[in-house]
């Protein structure tokens, strides 16, 4: 039973540092759910449609893609950075205008011009193309570090955004063998972030043209090419730990 002793995990005694994590729990859960994440979990199979909207649906693929992409196909055939920036820039200008216009959520399209605006500024300071991806690497380095981090000290993220998400809150603690998957399932998205580190730093450090187009193409390849599969595994993983089929049955009965 989970309340056994021998089933309990290392730090569940640590009842008065309870209060932070919950806090952070209740937050990736209410962040998952805007981004359209909670909706696999409202499901008893991970359909098209729910996946495509834990993504972010057509649009916000779009919104994610296309203003990297444009960036790619013109530094690659022009190597001017004013102009392949300038042009990624204005793409990610023209989603958000459009999301104004049709009164839909401009939070993911805020965001991404947000990103592209920063990173834009940046390598126009400097005049070098491959500015354009230093945020990102800083970002990936800011998730890889904070999920290894959340591993280390016994409250890995994924499991404390999953127990707010499912209801469950910090109960998955208490039972080894979901504390050791939140675990592996953090590591896992900790791994994501640190390929892209090792693949990308590297390309950034060579400071030339052709490095420069080998980032644009790894960023993309190493997007949501890899998020979506490990988004969905994630899926199975909390969907069998949780024993989440076998509720939703009880619900129906």
Do not use: C
Not at 210 to 230: D, H, N, Q, R
Request: zero cysteines; charged letters at 15%.
């Amino acid at each position: 039973m989970p309340g056994n002793k021998d089933e309990r995990s290392p730090s569940d005694d640590d009842t008065g540092q309870t209060g932070v994590p919950a806090a952070i729990g209740e937050s990736l859960a209410a962040a998952a759910k805007k981004a359209g994440i909670g909706r696999l979990a409202e499901r008893d199979a991970p359909t098209g449609r729910a996946l495509l909207g834990a993504l972010g649906g057509i649009r916000g693929l779009a919104e994610t893609i296309i203003p990297g992409l444009v960036f790619l196909v013109l530094y690659t055939f022009t190597v001017n950075v004013p102009l392949a920036i300038g042009a990624s820039v204005a793409v990610a200008v023209v989603f958000t205008i459009v999301r104004l216009v049709g009164r839909t959520p401009v939070t993911q399209a805020m965001a991404g011009l947000i990103g592209v605006g920063a990173s834009a500024v940046l390598a126009l300071i400097t005049g070098r193309g491959e500015d354009n991806f230093l945020l990102g690497i800083w970002t990936n380095a800011a998730y890889g570090g904070a999920l290894l981090i959340s591993v280390l000290v016994g409250w890995p993220l994924i499991g404390l955004a999953v127990g707010y998400l499912t209801g469950d809150g910090l109960a998955w603690r208490k039972n080894k063998g979901r504390y050791r998957a939140m675990q592996a399932l953090t590591l896992g998205w900790f791994l994501l972030f640190a390929a892209r580190l090792v693949v990308q730093v590297p390309l950034y450090l060579a400071h030339t043209p052709s490095a420069t187009e080998a980032l644009a193409i790894t960023k993309l390849l190493m997007g949501v090419p890899l998020y979506a599969p490990l988004l969905l595994v994630s899926w199975f993983i909390v969907r069998a730990v949780f024993n989440l089929g076998d509720a939703k049955k009880d619900d129906r009965t």
